[in-house]
């Protein structure tokens, strides 16, 4: 069946540089993707969301980017703190409908002092 | 504050007995739902609620059952039948209607770990 899948499992990034985490995605009817990240022993945690008429949209120190030509999600974190030590999810839906959301295997960052 | 409890955050169980995990949500949300989370792997639901007394299985169901009597709770019980219920489970709840506010907001709680002795 279509996933949705993440090129890396791990990332280690110097503090104070931009990370960033690539998802990659089959399903071509998803038109809604989401961001999540995961403190250890806790659970995931909103950070951001794109719809599928848009390409990029930014938060505070996030921004994420979408290429629907090739299926690709990326999550851009600028300016690396400690706390954001984590693993990170992509998830996809499509936004009208009941289908569930799909995560993604997730990403760990390692910020490196 | 309002948000999700999970309780207990860590079980212990033996083979062959029932376990019932505790989700409450005083979010007013209509949704709720449970993943299984394995070690270095991702989410993967479980059973989920859109309303109330109505439940579906979700990707994993065998082995568990869930119960949503009320809006505020959606209990899930890991049951002998499950070959491999050692695993981080996590509850989480939404608002049900596509297209309102950010429909893939789910929001989790802090996560229940349980171990088959």
């Known amino acids: 069946g279509e996933n949705v899948g993440l090129h890396l499992p791990t990332l280690s990034v110097q503090e104070g540089d931009n990370s960033i985490i690539n998802c990659a995605y089959s399903?071509?009817?998803?038109?809604?993707f989401i961001w999540y990240k995961q403190e250890s022993g806790k659970g995931p945690q909103f950070i951001i969301d794109?719809?599928?008429?848009?390409d990029k949209r930014q938060g505070q120190r996030v921004t994420v980017l979408l290429n629907k030509t090739v299926k690709h999600l990326s999550l851009q974190i600028a300016a690396t703190q400690p706390g954001d030590s984590a693993v990170y999810f992509c998830?996809?839906?499509?936004?009208?409908?009941?289908?569930?959301?799909?995560f993604g295997t997730g990403t760990r960052l390692t910020i490196i002092p | 504050d309002g948000g999700i409890t999970q309780s207990p955050k860590y079980l212990f169980r033996k083979e062959g007995q029932n376990v019932t995990l505790s989700c409450e949500q005083n979010?007013?949300?209509?949704?709720m739902y449970w993943y299984r989370q394995d070690p270095g792997q991702g989410l993967r639901l479980i059973y989920y609620?859109?309303?109330?007394?109505?439940?579906q299985k979700g990707d994993i169901a065998e082995g568990y059952s869930v119960s949503r009597e009320k809006k505020e709770s959606f209990p899930l019980t890991v049951t002998s039948a499950q070959k491999n219920p050692t695993a981080f489970y996590l509850c989480?709840?939404?608002?049900?209607?596509?297209?309102?506010?950010?429909?893939?907001?789910?929001?989790f709680g802090e996560g229940s770990r349980l171990t088959v002795l």
């Open positions: 399903n071509s009817a998803s038109d809604y």
């Open positions: 794109i719809r599928s008429n848009m």
């Open positions: 979010l007013n949300h209509d949704a």
């Open positions: 989480a709840s939404s608002r049900a209607v596509s297209g309102q506010g950010k429909p893939g907001e789910l929001f």
């Open positions: 998830a996809e839906k499509r936004v009208f409908g009941n289908e569930k959301l799909t």
């Open positions: 609620s859109q309303i109330v007394n109505d439940f």
